[in-house]
């Protein structure tokens, strides 16, 4: 029989999958099957406002025609060959990210945790070459870097992390609100410190400022590589093309993935020229990373950035700040709005897994993270009225749900 995604009712679709794919998810009952733009339509027609846009990733929004239109043009020319041989298009992308970043060069992989992988070996490679290895790193608490066993180790989440110990030896997760306490746990036998400029999965949390000093101080006392996890914030989540300039820091690595594919899944590492330097050949590969659609993805979302959408979300970013900061007053409810750009949490500072259902019911799509955080990761082609009706949206959700209960 053949069946299509539209003519397959929502209980159709759970049950096929209850019966044969491993139950690693905890999914809501919604099946979706068609986008545009920051809409998306279930199995039974009903449309939804979408502010996650797939956890930060269809940045360009859903059923991007320019990422449509990129990806079938490549697919119809040449889509793989693996990485034994040259293809046109790995050289263009890295030289528009090399340039974007600062860092000399790319290694291209197929997601979060593999660039954070990548960035990981290479940092233990750079201190093998230089003949004083050190195989310790230093991340924070709340800190996501992914499920594989080296991100795996660098994730804060004791319920990720403990069914699978032991994870890499000499892993510590400093404290993000005491940057004085870098000053013991990062030594001379650090490899590296890594962190995300604004944390994601762990609550939209932005770094402070004090605590991106103290990151450069150890840095440079020490001789650590920094790593730059910006697989979230970064490729102009936060209206700017990364998010660790604006903190001052100058990282050696760089973690990218989600949104730089617009759909497609891309990841890369960037590295700077000295750890670049110490990267043999046979070092680290992969089969599919920077594989002609993926490239062609990835330029389609430069270009798209380049071309006045990176000016958008640094407009719709205050736009989108002083919204959820006037809800929040509306509704008079003890929260906190962090964020930046297009990426927001709204901490309800209390379980807020019943406002993502409510407003499901209500046609939105949200996130919650860090259990009472209403995580917000739109699409980048969102407009002002489309923000102003998430947000209405978002605050019928949270009245539903907290009911009475708040005040
Ligand atoms: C999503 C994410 C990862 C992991 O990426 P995957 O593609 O899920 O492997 C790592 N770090 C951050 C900051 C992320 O948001």
């Not at 502010?51 to 025609?65: D, K, Q, Y």
């Not at 050696?252 to 497609?264: M, R, W, Y």
Request: proline share 4%; hydrophobic share 45%.
């Amino acid at each position: 029989m053949h069946v299509t995604a539209e003519t397959t009712a929502t209980s159709d679709i759970q049950a096929r999958e209850a019966r044969h794919v491993l139950q690693t998810y905890r999914r809501f009952p919604v099946a979706f099957v068609r986008g545009e733009g920051v809409r998306l339509f279930d199995a039974e027609g009903k449309s939804y406002l979408d502010l996650l846009s797939g956890i930060g990733v269809a940045a360009l929004g859903n059923a991007s025609p320019r990422i449509a239109e990129a990806i079938a043009a490549q697919a119809r020319e040449l889509a793989h060959t693996s990485n034994l041989f040259f293809h046109p298009l790995q050289g263009q992308l890295a030289d528009r990210l090399t340039r974007a970043s600062g860092l000399g060069r790319a290694f291209f992989c197929n997601s979060g945790s593999e660039a954070n992988e990548a960035c990981l070996k290479f940092a233990r490679r750079y201190w093998y070459t230089r003949g004083e290895p050190r195989a310790e790193f230093v991340g924070f608490d709340h800190a996501f870097a992914g499920r594989t066993f080296g991100s795996l180790s660098m994730t804060w989440d004791e319920h990720y992390r403990t069914p699978f110990a032991p994870l890499l030896a000499g892993v510590t997760h400093a404290p993000a609100d005491n940057p004085a306490a870098l000053d013991q746990i990062v030594t001379n036998k650090t490899a590296a410190i890594m962190v995300e400029p604004i944390q994601g999965e762990g609550g939209v949390r932005p770094i402070s400022p004090a605590l991106a000093k103290a990151i450069e101080a150890a840095c440079a006392r020490t001789g650590a590589l920094l790593i730059a996890d910006e697989i979230q914030c970064g490729i102009g989540r936060t209206g700017q093309m990364f998010a660790y300039p604006a903190l001052g820091l100058t990282p050696d690595l760089v973690s990218i993935a989600k949104a730089i594919g617009g759909g497609f899944p891309v990841g890369a590492a960037l590295v700077a020229d000295p750890v670049a330097a110490t990267i043999a050949a046979g070092d680290h590969g992969t089969t599919f990373g920077g594989n002609l659609l993926a490239c062609r993805a990835a330029l389609a979302v430069l270009d798209a950035l380049e071309g006045g959408l990176l000016d958008h979300v640094a407009k719709m970013g205050p736009i989108m700040e002083q919204g959820l900061k006037a809800m929040v007053a509306r509704l008079g409810i003890d929260a906190e709005v962090r964020g930046k750009g297009l990426m927001w949490g709204v901490d309800l500072k209390r379980d807020a897994g019943a406002v993502v259902t409510a407003g499901l019911a209500r046609g939105l799509v949200v996130n919650r993270t860090s259990g009472s955080v209403i995580r917000l990761l739109p699409a980048y082609v969102i407009t002002e009225a489309e923000i102003a009706e998430g947000i209405a949206l978002l605050e019928g959700a949270i009245a539903d749900a907290l009911g009475g209960a708040h005040g």
